[in-house]
């Protein structure tokens, strides 16, 4: 009988992609996807490290698994990602949960059937670890969630060194694809029936800086857009730093890239932002936002702010707020900031109590959904363009999708819909879904 596979994923889009790495690479290796975690003839933890909570999160479930490995001594039990990248963790992880098999990370997704293979030989523990990518390796095997949809990276790692992140030191050094190569996936994925492509890297905009002769993000999208078949064209992450004017000229000339630019604010303090390391000023990312909504006046703008940065005093605070009043976002991701061992924020002074933190971000989150309700609540008795992604998890007799500008709409409909794009009349617009009725 083939052997079983179970992955939980943690994180973020490019986690979610080494997943479906990680699928493939089991997949032709003879595995098969286990309906349960139960079931599994192994296990793969696929971590982050971008908050605490996530990490904690991780090790309490493993340590659950420490008696199901007891009545099966022959379950392959592994943890892999971002969070085995931080110094010292492997041996955090044999200490606490000496019944992991494999402990792998970022770089080397590649090795894990090597890893096995050495498993099963030696039953001994097996670790392998790079400090950063040696190579890109092209053409590994993926196992996509959805038929219609697909991730593709463009760009690994990260150069740009915010003082809260830990993604650069555990992601290591930023390095491009070569273009060929994401327009081969690409084309090949199309031919595979997928219509949406999301890009993905810690920084498109700063994509092919180190080619000779350099290779621009917009040169990229334009090759992309040309691709036939191809319907949408998504990507994640921008950073304000190299998002420039350029850039959104060319965006506002290709039909199939959404109109949708998710652009992290993180504060709107210049001097939390200086402390921060972002590189941008509150009035340069003003000017921005004023440009997108200039060449492309459809498009949404949606955000992730922090609020509780050491050092953040009351007007800061009121800074952030007074911006988000005035740029008023579709939609914003806020988080409490969260001090992590590695990053330089950590070792700052003036630390926020957690109380001020959690009642800043109350207030955040207050003046974004009204702004975000008053937004949608425009697009009442408008039609439009909906990719449809499945059922609703809260009811399988509605319908999910998105539109271009990457709002969710819900709507009664056949599951036959899914994977098809529908025309939505959008009749009841809250402040984080849109619900419509089919034309």
Not at 12 to 20: F, L, P, T, Y
Request: proline share 4%.
């Amino acid at each position: 009988m083939d052997k079983k596979y179970y992955i939980l994923t943690f994180g973020c889009q490019a986690n979610e992609r080494d997943s479906e790495t990680l699928a493939g690479i089991l997949q032709k290796t003879g595995y098969v996807p286990a309906a349960e975690l139960f079931d599994a003839d192994i296990i793969l933890f696929n971590t982050c490290c971008i908050r605490e909570k996530a990490e904690n999160k991780v090790l309490s479930q493993v340590g659950e698994l420490k008696e199901l490995k007891a009545e099966k001594p022959d379950l392959i039990i592994g943890i892999c990602g971002c969070m085995v990248q931080q110094e010292k963790m492997a041996e955090k992880i044999h200490r606490r949960a000496p019944h992991v098999d494999l402990i792998f990370g970022t770089h080397n997704l590649d090795q894990l059937p090597e890893l096995i293979k050495k498993l099963e030989e030696t039953k001994t523990p097996q670790t392998q670890i790079l400090a950063d990518l040696q190579e890109i390796k092209e053409d590994l095997p993926t196992v996509r969630e959805v038929p219609f949809k697909a991730r593709v990276n463009i760009t690994y790692g990260c150069n740009n060194f915010c003082t809260y992140c830990i993604v650069p030191y555990v992601r290591g050094r930023e390095k491009s694809r070569e273009p060929q190569y994401i327009l081969k996936e690409i084309k090949d994925l199309v031919a595979d029936g997928v219509v949406e492509v999301m890009l993905l890297g810690q920084n498109v905009n700063s994509y092919g800086k180190t080619f000779d002769p350099p290779v621009t993000f917009a040169h990229l999208l334009e090759q992309v857009n040309a691709i036939e078949g191809l319907k949408r064209i998504r990507y994640l992450t921008s950073h304000p730093r190299d998002f420039n004017v350029d850039l959104i000229k060319t965006i506002s000339g290709l039909a199939k890239v959404c109109p949708h630019f998710h652009l992290p604010l993180q504060s709107g303090s210049n001097k939390i932002l200086q402390k921060m390391n972002r590189g941008y000023t509150r009035e340069h990312y003003r000017e921005l936002v004023e440009t997108v909504r200039e060449y492309v006046p459809s498009a949404s703008i949606t955000t992730d702010i922090i609020v509780g940065f050491p050092g953040e005093t009351d007007e800061d605070f009121q800074d952030t707020i007074e911006l988000v009043k005035e740029l008023r976002f579709d939609s914003a991701f806020t988080f409490i900031y969260s001090a992590r061992t590695g990053t330089p924020a950590a070792k700052m002074k003036d630390q926020i109590p957690l109380a001020v933190k959690k009642s800043r971000l109350q207030q955040l989150m207050q003046v974004q959904n009204e702004i975000s309700l008053a937004i949608n609540s425009q697009l009442e008795g408008q039609v439009v363009e909906v990719l449809v992604d499945g059922c609703s998890k809260k009811d399988q007799a509605i319908l999910e999708g998105r539109t271009a500008t990457n709002k969710t709409v819900l709507f009664a409909g056949s599951k036959e819909l899914i994977g098809k794009f529908v025309d939505v009349e959008i009749t009841d617009p809250q402040t984080w879904v849109l619900k419509g009725k089919l034309k």
